[in-house]
């Protein structure tokens, strides 16, 4: 399909408020990257992974112990993602853009693929946020409905019950399926895939035989094959769900917009920046232990207008855009707290499974 355009104005409200930003950072004589607080959460999780791993591969802890760090380690997973290789990479972990690189492969590692996040998640997601047919994050046919443009089946109708356990396999397909269907399809979506160069196709290869070297191969030697797979199970589901869920509470909820482009011009109705502020919402942004461990990403709101900012600064900037949209008229989405959120994405599933 034809990408779609977003509507131009003279002065654009996304103009305001990079100006305003600017304005922000200047006068607080700070760096937009991140600072000794994200340097020090980065090394505690990195800490907290390798610790985790070893004891559970190689000290073997009874299955009380063994399930509960299995499901630590899905959340340390999960946390690393969110704070580590997110502003990687986006270029806002550090202002030196090898570390950022570093911070960005940590996905890698980790069973993913950075050049194939790169261009779902930072080209595509990023610009065409809630765009059917274009945003790959809510393409979950025909499993799940996310837009009321999106066709409707019989098993839809339960989707707000069973969303939990598809959930809980994103991680599983991620490493396993998805990943593999971008590089042999060479789309993202409906999107090409820009070409890869040679170090991107041994980059790709090479850290999925590490991957199952450490993830599969190396446990199941020591372990065995049912402890490991348990083990295994229970690990990816927990960083499956997470990750799923603080994305999900940041776009499909009730009050988020699902903007559909002009059939005869190509063109959405908004600037790019009030189309990013339709469709994303914040939540618990007072609670500092859920900002801590998810990254910012509660503070979506911010995130997507100003990706190349870090999120240590999203508290503060998110006062400057508060006030700049209740001058503008644009409504702020949030949740106070997750549970609210969570709610509301339960009830968005249940009006997407129903409605015609």
Known sequence: MAMPKFSTVPHSFHTELKRRITEYFEEVGKSTTGNFSLFMKAVILMVAF?????????????????????????????????????????????????????????????????????????????????????????????????SATQKKYKL????????????????????????????????????????????????????????AFLFIFLPIYKLGFMDWFIGFIVFTCVAGFVLSIVFQLAHTVEHTAFPVANIETGKLEDEWAIHQIKTTANFATNNKVVSWLVGGLNFQIEHHLFPKISHVHYPAISKIIRQACQEYGITYIEYPRVRYAVASHVAFLRQMGRAS
């Open 50 to 146: 390798a610790f985790i791993y070893i004891h559970l591969v190689f000290f073997t802890p009874n299955a009380f112990f063994s399930i509960l760090e299995s499901v630590l380690l899905g959340g340390v997973v999960a946390a690393i993602g969110f704070n580590v290789m997110h502003d990687g990479a986006h270029g806002s972990f550090s202002k030196y853009q090898w570390i950022n690189h570093f911070a960005a492969f940590s996905l890698n590692i980790l069973g993913g693929n950075s050049f194939m996040w790169n261009m779902k998640h930072n080209i595509i997601h990023h610009a065409y946020t809630n765009v059917d047919g274009v945003d790959d994050d809510i393409d979950i046919q025909p499993w799940m409905r996310m």
């Open 156 to 211: 839809h109708k339960y989707q707000h019950l069973y969303f939990w356990f598809l959930y809980s396999l994103l991680y599983i397909f991620w490493i396993f399926v998805l990943d593999y269907q971008k590089y042999f399809k060479s789309k993202v979506g409906s999107m090409q895939l820009k070409k890869m160069k040679l170090s991107d196709h041994l980059i790709f290869w090479g850290f999925k035989l590490f991957h």
